[in-house]
């Protein structure tokens, strides 16, 4: 039997404590262990994207990072950023321009494009392109997926030299 | 709708019904689904192409903590099911849930551990030896063909299907044709390569003796009346629910081993089972397509006029035909969409199904079409090119003309009225053809190496019950069915057989519905993707669900809202013709009187007393039923690249991306616009990037995602897509089928494009995808061939 | 790690060791997270060069100013490694210690004569990257050692730098790459470094060339013969991707290129 090891880390603004193997992935923690399913599984190798959380506030695999990696981190993942009937601004945007087909690719895309808007630089759609480029996937044929971003973009520009909050996503 | 109504929803960009969930997360896909108890499955796969089993080793496995069993098919007491066909000389294969005895293909799974959970269960297969006496590989398809060494053994040969065909006179056609060209083409393999692996959950519940099976798939429909066979179960005692799907493509509309092996653990364990597949497993287990050699030959006379077709189709279809759709399914689909939508009365195919040691080939969006226009675009450009006639009017002179409509094509095909020339006039105008031909020369003379190319071709979709979906398939796919009702408080529920995966159904079908019964499109719940909820259904496939389900929305919602007028004209004690239903009220023209649906319902439901008795044998608000399109429709599309390659590095980039199409009346063109666009990706990949390969000993090599290549945000361009919207005459709302086109233009539209960016080197593009790698070595030749 | 010899892997960002771990290719009884070890992020710009912590992650390395100032070809090159969210959490020391031969970082090293910093039970030692890679996959680095930082040193004043690399998908491995520094005088080529990436076992320079080059104008003439003998002196392999004859044709054009840009930065600085 593999030892244990407990850890105590923020996911969505709340802190759970867990005991669990070390090889355990963050993918199956968050899935399996907190019932975080949002989250997809596409390859665990790190090339798709789909499991794509933001850890201490930047995109990151969940796959390729160890649940006791994130002892003491701070985990957000697609459902800590927005609610039905209470959608974020990247969450709207995708609805709004058709950027999701099956959906399962999304939660990462999300994650990786709220890093976008983060960094709140101004960015080309072929810029745009490049950012995404760790994400597949397999429906949109992207062109959407990049008019909902450049637009969540836009937006958060705007409103951040407006002087409101640069809070992405 | 009533012909005074106009349509409110369909036809407009309705933001999706299904989205909210998806984008919070809040999505149920198969692996999100956790059941108390649930026990988990690795597989042990074969690492070697064709080989007899000798032994298997599950004693230091079994001993582990936490395995519950190991299974081998001789665990197993189920008979294979074959997809049979009623095609001459067809020859099947059974699917069984393990390997029985010899292992085909590398990846087929031999046993199955269970175990408390999947770590556990991939520690015990880790400890898993098996012993194999190795047979010859067979991985070359003409290798496969001519060989004395028989993948099944009770065949005659590893030639699965074997046809020919042939129309009209081709030997006068070439005879008198003022020019021959032909090539010998290639389409390497590809795999559909959804984000989602296949995943499946059955549940048999002890008690009732009745099985649930989760499932990622296209066709719940299908894999239920499967499994009641292989179980030997009573239909009504297998449930098979695809929640949400993600993406399928054709990968996910074949029944496969794993969801046959999960269904008879949970029976014989009393306890849920469930199966996921890794990126590995996907890229060696699930079907894979596009796998064919083709020698064709065109006859055009001075002018430019197409003459005569000749075809030699060498499809491989890996080891096992494929259920339902069978080892037919592909190389006869490129046999019989070869002659394009052009007229081309002449024409004759010889078909070849081979099987090899490879992973099954089945279904993979456009269908042996994506080849079928590849080779004959080819063939129309280097005629265009030999006469000296520009490409698109090479097409303009050949297209099927609007009078000539329904059209039969040399395979016996018959088009249905489209827009072939249409779409053609709008591409150019779309993508301005004179300036990018002006582009291009400006191109040329800095020394730019770039290219334009035009793809035109034609589809069926919606396929009804006088074709098949699969020549020889048992199965006939013909109808749908939709039950529309009302229920007690007013809500509108609209239940179908399909089952959507990222085409957005729940949106569109609502869409009908809604405007069929005049309430708001989103008070509307579509439920798809669970064979209990209907009779009888296949499943979302061959671009049908749209056509065929959207028909039997607008008959179900038709009759249900003449059930309303009927209760409401009762207790208005108006009449019927009187009525107006808007945004779900119910009201007399001329006069106040007014009533919400849920008053409807609750009065037919709830006090039913206020109705005669007469009435009451009929009283519900609900609505059965079935559209069968008898042919299908036909869809059609012109396709514009430019692409420009790097004189030095021989890398590609496609520069513009432009497809014009004709899809019937758009139910809600973002959502068209959406399944175009990843389906010309899809084309982009198979044209540039994607292409699954075997080692002579049937080792996949292209095992992983930065093996195969599937492009990414970075490498597409920027898409446009232009629609005729004129409603088809022969479907019920006038709609076509549109998912695959995107994939079957695009690969023809870039490899013309760069065959005519390669121009001055008199390069032929023949082989896709054209990887660098390919582009180099053609360039090489050429160069070293002029010095 | 010495208790555990054999047994054991270290762990930082994991973006290349954990795929091997979930395709089960290894196996270790230990992980050893280093990833916290106090002050091995940290990048620091000393007098002789820029030193940066074996766990400091790629997304630093690209944002880092002293880095952007003083050594522009590394956060300009960061920007070809994977994608961002692989930047994000992988190291520094992970990608030379994995040792990649198509990896931007050991390609840096060896072009920038890096010196490696060692540590281990038989106390401190420095590496060359010249010497630190051994083979794909294989480095200079024991089980039992840690890689705790490198230091990049200076470039001389003026100096023009390029960089190129060949993938088929915007943060693949690269088919081929090359990178390049050099300085003039008076028109000349004063001192040049040209290294290759993916076409050989490991990264690596090729001194011929830069030989060839010093003394020279980058004109066309000298640009045709570099880019044959770069084709000459490389041995690379075939693989899915791409062939042997393939990756040693991008090998000239790459080098080629990387000499262009580092020729026209030399001659504007």
Same mark, same amino acid.
């Given at each position: ?67 006791? &990696? ?100 | ?32 689904? =956790? ?182 798939? %296209? ?123 052009? &007229? ?14 490879? #992973? ?24 265009? &090119? ?125 869409? *009908? ?24 259904? #296949? ?18 919602? =038709? ?25 779900? *009220? ?109 080692? %002579? ?91 | ?49 820029? #030193? ?86 294989? #480095? ?25 690399? *060949? ?61 044959? =003998? ?40």
């Amino acid at each position: 039997m593999i030892r244990k090891r407990p850890i105590i880390l923020t996911v969505n603004g709340s802190t759970y404590a867990r005991d669990i193997e070390p090889r355990r992935l963050l993918t199956d923690f968050l899935r399996e262990d907190l019932g975080l399913t949002g989250i997809h599984v596409g390859c665990e190798h790190g090339v798709c994207g789909a499991c794509t959380v933001l850890l201490d506030g930047t995109s990151a695999r969940a796959c390729l990072c160890l649940a006791v &990696q994130a002892d003491g981190r701070e985990v957000t993942t697609v459902e800590g950023m927005g609610e039905i009937g209470a959608l974020s601004l990247l969450q709207e945007k995708f609805r709004k321009h058709h950027a999701l087909q099956c959906g399962f690719c999304t939660p990462g895309m999300l994650a990786t494009a709220h890093e976008i808007l983060s960094d709140a630089a101004p960015l080309t759609d072929a810029e745009i392109r490049e950012a995404l480029s760790g994400n597949l996937c397999r429906c949109t044929g992207y062109e959407h997926i990049v008019r909902a971003v450049s637009e969540a973009l836009s937006e958060r520009l705007g409103s951040t030299a407006a002087g409101s909050a640069p809070n992405a996503g | 709708m009533q012909d005074d109504a106009r349509p409110k929803f369909i036809g407009s960009r309705v933001q999706r019904l299904e989205d909210p969930r998806l984008l919070t997360g809040a999505g149920g896909f198969v692996d999100d689904i =956790q059941l108390a108890h649930t026990l988990h499955v690795a597989l042990v796969r074969s690492d070697h192409a064709h080989a007899r089993i000798l032994s298997v080793d599950v004693d230091a496995a079994g001993a582990l903590p936490g395995v519950i069993g190991i299974y081998t098919a001789d665990d197993f007491s189920a008979s294979p099911l074959h997809a049979t066909s009623r095609m001459k000389g067809y020859q099947s294969t059974g699917i069984t849930a393990l390997a029985e005895g010899k292992v085909r293909f590398v990846g087929e799974a031999i046993a199955a551990v269970v175990a408390e959970s999947r770590y556990i269960a991939e520690d015990a297969a880790g400890l898993i030896t098996v012993g194999y006496a190795p047979l010859p590989d067979l991985v070359d398809s003409r290798i496969a063909a001519a060989s004395d060494v028989l993948l099944h053994e009770h065949h005659e040969s590893n030639i699965l299907v074997s046809r020919k065909f042939a129309r009209g006179d081709v030997a006068e056609a070439f005879a008198n044709a003022a020019i021959r060209v032909k090539d010998s083409f290639r389409f390497h393999r590809k795999t559909p390569l959804a984000i989602e692996n296949r995943s499946y959950l059955a549940d048999f519940n002890k008690g009732k003796q009745a099985l649930t099976l989760y499932s990622s798939t %296209q066709v719940p429909g299908v894999i239920r009346d499967a499994l009641a066979e292989v179980l030997a179960m009573p239909g009504h005692s297998v449930r098979v629910v695809a929640p949400d799907v993600g993406g399928g493509f054709g990968g996910k509309a074949s029944l496969y081993p794993e969801e046959i092996l999960v269904s008879l653990l949970s029976r014989k364990l009393g306890q849920p089972v469930k199966w996921t597949s890794d990126r590995l497993e996907d890229l060696l287990t699930t079907s894979q397509a596009f796998d064919e050699a083709i020698d064709a030959e065109l006859a055009v006379d001075k002018d430019g006029h197409l003459l005569g077709l000749k075809a030699e189709i060498l499809g491989d279809v890996g080891a096992y035909s494929i259920y339902p759709w069978t080892a037919a399914l592909e190389p006869m689909q490129v046999a019989g969409f070869l002659p394009g939508p052009y &007229q081309l009365a002449n024409y004759q195919a010889e078909v070849v199904a081979v099987t090899t040691n490879k #992973t099954p080939a089945g279904p993979y969006r456009g269908v042996g079409r994506p080849a079928a226009a590849f080779v004959l675009e080819r063939l129309i450009d280097m005629a265009a &090119q030999r006469l000296d006639l520009d490409p698109v009017e090479m097409r303009r002179r050949n297209l099927v003309q609007p009078g000539q409509f329904p059209y039969r094509t040399g395979s016996g095909i018959v088009w249905d009225q489209s827009g072939f020339i249409e779409c053609l006039e709008l591409a150019c105008k779309g993508v301005n053809y004179p300036a990018l031909q002006a582009e291009r020369s400006v191109a040329r003379q800095a020394g730019r190496w770039f290219g334009v190319g035009v793809a035109s071709y034609a589809e069926l979709t919606g396929i009804g019950s006088r074709m098949s979906a699969a020549p020889g398939m048992p199965i006939n796919t013909g109808t749908e069915t939709a039950t529309v009702e009302v229920d007690a408080s007013g809500a509108v529920r609209a239940t179908f057989g399909v089952a959507s995966h990222g085409q957005g159904l729940e949106t569109t079908l609502a869409q *009908i519905v809604a405007d069929e019964l005049s309430v708001p499109v989103d008070s509307v719940q579509v439920i798809h993707g669970d064979s209990a909820a209907v009779t009888h259904s #296949t499943g979302t496939y061959a671009s049908r669900s749209a056509v065929l389900a959207g028909g039997a929305a607008h008959l179900s919602g =038709q009759a249900v809202r003449d059930k309303v007028l009927e209760a409401a004209a009762f207790m208005l004690e108006a009449d019927t013709d009187d009525l107006d239903i808007e945004d779900g *009220i119910i009201s007399e023209r001329g006069t106040n009187k007014t009533l919400s649906l849920a008053e409807v319902g609750r009065a037919v439901y709830s006090e039913m007393g206020r109705f005669p008795l007469e009435m009451r044998a009929e009283l519900d608000l609900r609505a059965t039923k079935f559209y069968d399109p008898e042919f299908g429709t036909t869809t059609s599309a012109t396709h514009i690249a430019a692409v420009e390659i790097d004189p030095e590095t021989f890398i590609v980039t496609v520069k513009r991306f432009l497809v014009a199409e004709d899809c019937g009346r758009l139910i809600n063109p973002m959502i068209v616009d959406g399944q175009v666009h990843g389906g010309i990706v899809q084309g982009i990949g198979a044209a540039l990037y994607e292409e699954v390969v075997h080692d %002579q000993n049937g080792q996949a090599l292209s095992a992983s995602l930065v093996d195969y290549v599937a492009p990414s945000a970075a490498e597409t361009p920027k898409l446009e897509v232009l629609h005729l919207d004129t409603a088809a005459l022969g479907t019920l709302g006038g709609y076509r089928g549109m998912g695959e086109g995107g994939t079957i233009g695009a690969p023809a539209a870039i490899a013309n494009a760069i065959t005519d960016a390669l121009s001055h080197l008199n390069i032929n593009i023949s082989e896709l995808p054209a990887t660098p790698e390919r582009i180099y070595r053609l360039v090489t030749q050429a160069i070293e061939g002029d010095t | 790690m010495a208790s555990h010899a054999g047994e054991a892997k270290l762990i930082a960002g994991g973006q290349s060791l954990m795929p091997m771990l979930n395709f089960r290719l290894l196996d270790p009884a230990l992980l050893v997270d280093i990833s916290r070890l106090p002050a091995f992020d940290q990048i620091t710009a000393g007098e002789r060069g820029i #030193t940066v912590g074996g766990g400091a992650r790629h997304y630093a390395l690209m944002r880092s100013p002293e880095l952007a100032e003083r050594l522009p070809i590394i956060s300009h090159t960061m920007q070809y490694v994977a994608h961002m969210a692989i930047r994000n959490r992988g190291t520094i020391g992970g990608s030379l210690a994995h040792g990649d031969p198509a990896a931007e970082l050991p390609l840096l090293a060896v072009l920038l004569d890096a010196e490696i910093h060692i540590t281990g039970p038989a106390g401190d030692r420095t590496a060359r990257a010249e010497d630190f890679f051994l083979a794909p996959l294989t #480095t200079d680095l024991s089980e039992d050692e840690i890689l705790t930082a490198v230091t990049f040193p200076n470039l001389a004043a003026g100096s023009g730098w390029g960089f190129e690399e *060949i993938a088929r998908r915007s943060g693949d491995f690269a088919l081929a790459g090359a990178g390049a520094v050099l300085t003039l005088h008076h028109g000349a080529i004063a001192d040049v470094r040209l290294a290759m990436m993916g076409v050989d076992e490991t990264p690596r320079r090729l001194p011929a060339i830069e030989a060839m080059l010093l003394g020279r104008a980058w004109d066309a003439g000298v640009r045709a013969a570099a880019v044959r =003998q770069v084709r000459e002196q490389v041995n690379p392999m075939s693989d899915l991707q791409a062939s042997a004859d393939y990756r040693r044709h991008l090998a000239g054009v790459v080098a080629g290129r990387a000499l262009d840009a580092a020729w026209a930065k030399g001659q504007t600085l």
